[in-house]
T-cell receptor
Framework: DGGITQSPKYLFRKEGQNVTLSCEQN?????MYWYRQDPGQGLRLIYY???????QKGDIAEGYSVSREKKESFPLTVTSAQKNPTAFYLC?????????????FGDGTRLSIL | LAKTTQPISMDSYEGQEVNITCSHN???????ITWYQQFPSQGPRFIIQGYKTKVTNEVASLFIPADRKSSTLSLPRVSLSDTAVYYCPSSGGYNKLIFGAGTRLAVHP
């Protein structure tokens, strides 16, 4: 069954800790994205990657880092430099190439600070 | 990069048709118009996409006028399960999406 898998669904972080959120897709999509959603608000772009071994900062990249070593994986690390990390994190992917293909989203990881 | 504009909330009743309009004042020539639905604690789900005129699929219709400055998502005969937030994000280049707060649709019995 093709799709995007985000894990864990819930994650707790202690002050000063780095945590890594997993995003895996088996859709063979080239592009992948990380968004942050705060309560009652829309999604804001953190990082995106159009191809393996390449990624770009989005609108709110400070305090976050990513890697794209494999096509199917785009993990997001929330570092201790992110002072307000409590949020709902969403990963998305889309195929590139001809036509305008929509992004497909995972079901998110909710991060909370202990 | 401007966000789109859509109503903050709407109310409807089961069995009614619901139309949600979005303003795309800064839409680029190559941009498609896409609508998503989001339930609490879930990721947005793609509903429908179009470039101009009318597009229909099994769940919704999308109306886009000739100037493409707006779009209308039409949900026929809504049910309680259509209660959700609906987004019409704008394009930020490189197929990035810029989301506003969306429209909260509440369907009542």
């Amino acid at each position: 069954d093709g799709g995007i898998t985000q894990s864990p669904k819930y994650l707790f972080r202690k002050e000063g800790q780095n945590v890594t959120l997993s995003c895996e897709q088996n859709l063979n999509h080239d592009a992948m994205y990380w968004y942050r959603q705060d309560p009652g608000q829309g999604l804001r772009l953190i990082y995106y990657s159009q191809i393996v071994n390449d990624f770009q900062k989005g609108d709110i990249a400070e305090g976050y880092s990513v890697s794209r070593e494999k096509k199917e994986s785009f993990p997001l690390t929330v570092t201790s430099a992110q002072k307000n990390p409590t949020a709902f994190y969403l990963c998305a992917s889309r195929p590139t190439g001809e036509g305008n293909q929509p992004q497909h989203f995972g079901d998110g990881t909710r991060l909370s600070i202990l | 990069l401007a966000k789109t504009t859509q109503p903050i909330s709407m109310d409807s009743y089961e069995g009614q048709e619901v139309n949600i309009t979005c303003s795309h004042n800064n839409i680029a020539t190559n941009d498609y118009i896409t609508w998503y639905q989001q339930f609490p604690s879930q990721g947005p789900r793609f509903i429908i996409q179009g470039y101009k005129t009318k597009v229909t699929n099994e769940v919704a219709s999308l109306f886009i006028p000739a100037d493409r400055k707006s779009s209308t998502l039409s949900l026929p005969r809504v049910s309680l399960s259509d209660t959700a937030v609906y987004y019409c994000p704008s394009s930020g280049g490189y197929n990035k999406l810029i989301f506003g707060a969306g429209t909260r649709l509440a369907v009542h019995p």
